[in-house]
């Protein structure tokens, strides 16, 4: 079971996430997204590496 850092854009964006989040970076673990979404690949990282605590957004927020 590792982490993976996905990007996410159009249609790929969950819908409760859009229109707020055109592009984003999350965090998968199995295929479920674990945390996001991101601005950026680095802070993706971050949460995968442990220097973060992850975050999970139900509802847009920039």
């Known amino acids: 079971m590792t982490s993976q850092i996905k990007h996410l854009s159009g249609d790929d964006v969950p819908k409760a996430w859009r229109p707020t989040w055109a592009v984003c970076w999350v965090v998968e673990l199995n295929g479920t997204v674990v945390a996001g979404p991101y ?21 847009p927020a920039p």
């Open 39 to 59: 601005a950026t690949e680095e802070e993706a990282r971050a949460v995968v590496e442990g220097k973060e605590e992850p975050r999970i957004s139900q509802t």
